[in-house]
T-cell receptor, first 114, second 112 residues
Framework: DVKVTQSSRYLVKRTGEKVFLECVQDMDHENMFWYRQDPGLGLRLIYF???????EKGDIPEGYSVSREKKERFSLILESASTNQTSMYLC?????????????FGPGTRLTVT | DAKTTQPPSMDCAEGRAANLPCNHSTISGNEYVYWYRQIHSQGPQYIIHGLKNNETNEMASLIITEDRKSSTLILPHATLRDTAVYYCIVRVANTGFQKLVFGTGTRLLVSP
């Protein structure tokens, strides 16, 4: 079974803190994604990566950065957390370059910024 | 990506088959049909996808009509753990920007 793990299920941080969210997948997938999910707004793509050290902006990259130093690990960084970044953060991975494969998601990290 | 229409909610008795419909009348020839589900407070889960042939895996079956304008996800023996929101997505399979966009989905309630 594909397994995507995220470092924390719940996280509470203060405004202005630097926040690291880690994601690891064990299926040697090329592609990895970070989304956030908010009620009424659905799933929104923050960043994705199709190879080590490669990254592409999604729809809402402002206030976030990412790092992919190893194929299995994709990190999301909130440089200076703000209350409007309170959300559920979801990491996903998928295989191949054809784009026809499904995306496998982690359990999510519910981040609260106070 | 083509738009999809799903019923907002459905009920199913435990042990019975759950048949979840999806209309995608504007689908084009190179678009796949994907199904995901999301159990409350968990990440979405990929279920199955197909282009034009029916597909089956350990979780479900996907039946796509011959004109590809609609499809049905079948959970053959629904359990209480299948209670979730099910999303039907139609999208082109290509490289690069692969974001998923979920609609409102169908909230399936499986009851004892």
């Amino acid at each position: 079974d594909v397994k995507v793990t995220q470092s924390s299920r719940y996280l509470v941080k203060r405004t202005g803190e630097k926040v690291f969210l880690e994601c690891v997948q064990d299926m040697d997938h090329e592609n990895m994604f970070w989304y956030r999910q908010d009620p009424g707004l659905g799933l929104r793509l923050i960043y994705f990566s199709y190879d080590v050290k490669m990254k592409e902006k999604g729809d809402i990259p402002e206030g976030y950065s990412v790092s992919r130093e190893k194929k299995e690990r994709f990190s999301l960084i909130l440089e200076s957390a703000s209350t409007n970044q309170t959300s559920m953060y979801l990491c996903a991975s998928s295989s191949g370059t054809s784009g026809s494969y499904g995306q496998y998601f982690g359990p999510g990290t519910r981040l609260t910024v106070t | 990506d083509a738009k999809t229409t799903q019923p907002p909610s459905m009920d199913c008795a435990e042990g019975r088959a759950a048949n979840l419909p999806c209309n995608h009348s504007t689908i084009s020839g190179n678009e796949y049909v994907y199904w995901y589900r999301q159990i409350h407070s968990q990440g979405p889960q990929y279920i199955i996808h197909g282009l034009k042939n029916n597909e089956t895996n350990e979780m479900a079956s996907l039946i796509i009509t011959e004109d590809r304008k609609s499809s049905t996800l079948i959970l053959p023996h629904a359990t209480l753990r299948d209670t979730a929101v099910y999303y039907c997505i139609v999208r082109v399979a290509n490289t690069g920007f692969q974001k998923l966009v979920f609609g409102t989905g169908t909230r399936l309630l499986v009851s004892p």
